[in-house]
């Protein structure tokens, strides 16, 4: 058959392909497979652009899909340059083939990374890393002095007389080793398939293995027909097979994960209902009651917290009053504070006695707590008559006191050890009388210990300052405008502890 070589200027396509034979077919049949592999690797990486996927697995897709864009690109213009012999671009031929080299490693490295990453194991990871990029490493050494020796291969130049043409790339003496860095990775990669295969979905296993074992057969049926390029098949095809198929199985996981965070969301949100339910919220609480006003907040860090409030009447003449912190935070904090506001509550109205309600919860608590969670209280119980307020204090911030001509101070309470410490523990109470026009305060550490985006807290002093401007206004009023300071402190910075105040203004039994 009739040679036909082309220069730049003049180019019939057609004539060129009715002049083709079955070999230069399977090059059409090269060119328009790298298209589709190009689309499918441009699909990936626009699919895991989406925030459903963690950053490292969209770093996959970006890595693995850039290498075989440049990967095929390169075979592409190589095999078009040299099969319509335009001979203006010689120069690149080089520099292209060195790039369709390398990617090949380095696509084989990314994935074995990939695999390496979801097998699980921790003690092997370094050492087998390092492995992989030792192998990628001499592999590109190689290829680097392959450039200058043409040991893998050359471009030999045709002097036609009035012209140089080039021919196809023909292969170096130890172009056999090109391969053996990329084909050791793959022999890793089987060899941790086998050890993890437990670690892998099965439709994800079985798509790596044909990745693994494609390269193989490409390189047996290349030895039996060497005029079709069965390798670079091979790897447009198992390598989009195996990205669509790490794709599907991540969407799968990932819809899953969605669907269990849905369901997450939802049950949280009812905890933070269920919780909300267990504190005293309308206001005015006791509307019939003159004798004094009382109101109280808890913001809680996350959907729900391990702050709590609560205020009851232990008989007619009896105000029982609790504030209380939990540590951690979230929902096992959240649980906490439910059992111990009940049983707060429960032994408060049975003793009327603050430091007997204190010893019984914290019993209590002491028999049932393997996580070694504990609660520290403020609970108090105001004699309404006599404003006498016999009070004890498990470990919690001090309160803050307003007398009727005077402004609001920290009262240095006696502190005892909070409550899930030990069942031992004894409690002292100590007594208040408040007067009419008294204000009394109370707080978890939530809120001087409030943080701004430079890592300054809100500190004791600036509430105190806080309450001081608004101490003539009701316990609603005072609330409202600690909470505003504290806002306007912090400001953008996130809440990393719930907040949680409680204010109690005693106006005595004389009301008119």
Same mark, same amino acid.
């Given at each position: ?9 003049? #180019? ?10 079955? +070999? ?75 790039? @369709? ?11 074995? !990374? ?104 490409? =390189? ?15 790897? =447009? ?29 939802? @049950? ?23 004798? #004094? ?32 912190? !939990? ?47 504990? !609660?520290? =209280? ?40 909070? !409550? ?54 009701? +316990? ?37």
């Amino acid at each position: 058959m009739e040679d036909y070589i082309y220069n730049d200027e003049s #180019f019939d396509f057609w004539e060129y392909f009715l002049h083709t034979d079955l +070999p230069r077919l399977s090059l059409y049949l090269t060119l328009f497979l790298i298209p589709i592999g190009i689309g499918a690797c441009i699909m990936c990486i626009s699919q895991t652009r989406n925030s459903l996927y963690p950053k490292n697995i969209r770093r996959f897709f970006l890595a693995v899909s850039a290498s075989v864009i440049i990967y095929l690109t390169s075979h592409f213009f190589r095999e078009v340059l040299i099969e319509f012999r335009w001979n203006s671009l010689r120069v690149i031929l080089p520099v292209i083939s060195f790039a @369709e080299f390398l990617m090949s490693g380095v696509i084989v490295f990314i994935i074995s !990374v990939f695999i390496l990453a979801n097998t699980g194991a921790q003690k092997i990871k370094k050492p087998f890393l390092a492995l992989f990029s030792g192998l990628l490493g001499i592999n590109t050494l190689l290829l680097i002095v392959s450039q200058f020796t043409g040991m893998y291969y050359t471009f030999p130049v045709i002097d036609l007389g009035n012209e140089l043409i080039f021919t196809n790339f023909i292969q170096g003496d130890l172009y056999f080793i090109s391969n053996i860095a990329p084909a050791a990775m793959l022999l890793l990669d089987g060899i941790l398939l086998v050890i993890y295969r437990k670690s892998f979905n099965k439709k994800l296993l079985v798509a790596m293995w044909v990745y693994i074992a494609a390269p193989a057969a490409a =390189v047996g049926l290349k030895a039996a027909f060497p005029d079709y390029p069965f390798i670079m098949w091979a790897a =447009v095809i198992v390598t989009t097979y195996l990205l669509m198929s790490i794709l599907r199985t991540k969407s799968e996981e990932y819809e899953k994960q969605k669907a269990e965070f849905t369901r997450l969301d939802t @049950e949280l949100a009812m905890a933070t209902r269920i919780q909300a339910d267990m504190l005293p919220s309308e206001f005015p609480a006791f509307p019939d009651r003159k004798e #004094f006003d009382i109101y109280a907040s808890m913001t809680p860090a996350k959907e729900v917290g391990g702050d709590f409030y609560d205020f009851f009447m232990v008989d007619d003449d009896h105000l029982g009053m609790v504030i209380a912190d !939990v540590s951690g935070k979230g929902v096992p904090a959240a649980l906490f504070m439910m059992s111990s506001k009940i049983l707060l509550h429960n032994y408060a109205l049975m003793t009327k006695d603050p430091k007997a309600a204190l010893e019984k919860t914290n019993y209590q608590i002491c028999q049932n707590n393997s996580e070694g969670m504990f !609660v520290t =209280v403020w609970l108090g119980i105001l004699d309404i008559k006599t404003g006498i307020l016999t009070a004890a204090n498990a470990g919690h911030e001090k309160p803050v006191l307003k007398e009727p001509d005077g402004s609001f101070e920290l009262y240095k309470d006696k502190h005892g050890l909070m !409550v899930g410490y030990m069942d031992i523990v004894k409690y002292k109470t100590y007594e208040l009388t408040l007067k009419k026009g008294s204000k009394l305060f109370l707080y978890t550490d939530g809120v001087a210990e409030a943080t701004n985006a430079n890592n300054e807290l809100f500190g004791t002093n600036r509430m105190i300052e806080a309450l001081r401007s608004v101490e003539n206004g009701d +316990p609603h009023e005072i609330l409202g405008g600690v909470r505003s300071a504290v806002d306007g402190f912090v400001k953008d910075a996130p809440q990393f502890d719930d907040l949680t105040m409680l204010c109690l203004e005693y106006k005595g039994t004389e009301v008119s």
